[in-house]
């Protein structure tokens, strides 16, 4: 039962701690099962995780204010786009399940740009912004 409640803390939280205490359980149940075929027993001995991981280990997305043009820089990315005769490619990726933090990243010309959200749209429009900053890009 142990051994279950290690691997979804490791799983859940993917904690350094809760990872070395999985081992070393496996290793106690390698070396046990091993002595119970020698005749002896050792039970394994350990501690219970913590319930939760501490906030400062979770990762999380920097407080700011919000940015009523950001939306425009996906627009702006689009216009510009169409006028060079390039298209904008996205391409998005979970990065944390709890707190929800999505990362997206759009090719532009040669060039990749990446930006991170509470949502896919945010992150969009952030990885938008990062492109129309570096090519002196300004919304109206």
């Known amino acids: 039962m142990s051994l279950l409640i290690l691997i979804g803390s490791v799983m859940r939280y993917n904690s350094s701690e809760a990872m070395e205490k999985l081992l070393q359980l496996l290793r106690a149940n390698s070396e046990t099962r091993q002595s119970s ?5 050792n039970l394994p001995v350990h501690k219970e995780i913590p319930e939760k ?7 999380t997305l920097p407080k700011r204010e919000p940015d009523p043009d950001l939306p425009k820089y996906s627009s702006i990315l689009k216009e ?5 005769g390039f298209v904008p490619i996205y391409n998005y990726q979970n990065v944390s399940q709890i707190p929800p933090i999505f990362k997206a990243v759009v ?3 040669n060039y990749a740009f990446d930006g991170k959200g509470r949502t896919k749209q945010q ?3 952030e990885a938008s912004r ?4 570096f090519l002196n890009i300004r919304p109206s």
Request: proline share 4%; with cysteine.
């Open 37 to 41: 075929r020698s005749g002896t027993q």
């Open 53 to 59: 991981e501490p906030l400062a280990n979770r990762m």
């Open 80 to 84: 510009k786009g169409d006028v060079a």
């Open 107 to 109: 090719s532009f010309e």
């Open 123 to 125: 992150a969009k429009h």
């Open 130 to 133: 990062e492109a129309c900053r």
